[in-house]
């Protein structure tokens, strides 16, 4: 089976860094996929890795280490928008149509 | 421009109902899916659709019957509604189902069973 987990709840405060980690066990490896998702509204990507390492996009980065079942996800200079829900997702490697969630990590931030 | 549109919004009916929800894309995508978002905020794929063909039916009960008339569209009817059905239910579009290929949502359908 696949499993997917991740910190419930995060606070941070404005202009901090937050890194939101989240570990997988699944049967195989085929892309790992965070997302954000606002209150009452629809997850949007963030990034995609696939290869060990760390991909960085403006304030936010993401890193990978297939070998320990690891990534997080990293926020710098967090703003109060960035209060969400952070969700993990990994491609199931039997069925790339599918995506396995976890159950999110909720970001509160603070001024 | 919307990518990915559902409507209704919000839905509310009373058990035993039978309801649908419809969803549209106009990315050109050739995949599509269904996705289930409960109360604890756990999401979960039900249903997904490469060209009109079903590829993904996951243990979701019969009364759920997805129907796609074609790639862009992508509709969900349920049948005698119960209480546990009551949750946000998401489409979602991708171009492929492989490598970084996103996955683009819709704005969600927020379903209450009464």
């Known amino acids: 089976g696949q499993n997917i987990d991740q910190p419930t709840e995060m606070t941070a405060t404005e202009g901090a860094i937050v890194q939101i980690n989240c570990t997988y066990q699944?049967?195989?490896?085929?892309?790992l996929f965070w997302y954000q998702q606002h209150a009452g509204e629809a997850p949007t990507f963030l990034s995609y890795?696939?290869?060990?390492g760390l991909e960085e996009k403006g304030r936010f980065s993401s890193f990978l280490s297939r070998s320990k079942g690891y990534s997080y996800l990293l926020l710098k200079e967090l703003q109060m928008k960035d209060s969400a829900s952070y969700l993990c997702?990994?491609?199931?490697?039997?069925?790339?149509?599918?995506?396995?969630f976890g159950t999110g990590t909720r970001l509160q931030v603070f001024p | 421009d919307t990518a990915v549109s559902q409507t209704p919004k919000y839905l509310v009916t009373q058990m035993g109902n039978d309801k649908s929800i419809k969803c549209e894309q106009n990315?050109?995508?050739?995949?599509m899916y269904w996705y289930k978002q409960d109360s604890k905020k756990f999401l979960k794929i039900m249903f997904s659709?490469?060209?009109?063909?079903?590829?993904i039916n996951e243990t979701v009960p019969n009364r759920f019957s997805p129907k796609s008339p074609d790639k862009a569209h992508l509709n969900l009817h349920i049948n005698s509604l119960e209480l546990g059905d009551s949750a946000v239910y998401f489409c979602?579009?991708?171009?492929?189902?492989?490598?970084?290929?996103?996955?683009?949502f819709g704005p969600g359908t927020r379903l209450t069973v009464t």
């Open positions: 979602a579009s991708s171009q492929a189902s492989s490598g970084g290929s996103e996955q683009y």
């Open positions: 699944t049967s195989g490896f085929n892309g």
């Open positions: 890795n696939v290869l060990d």
């Open positions: 997702a990994v491609r199931d490697p039997w069925n790339t149509d599918k995506l396995i």
């Open positions: 990315l050109g995508h050739d995949t």
């Open positions: 659709y490469n060209n009109k063909e079903l590829i």
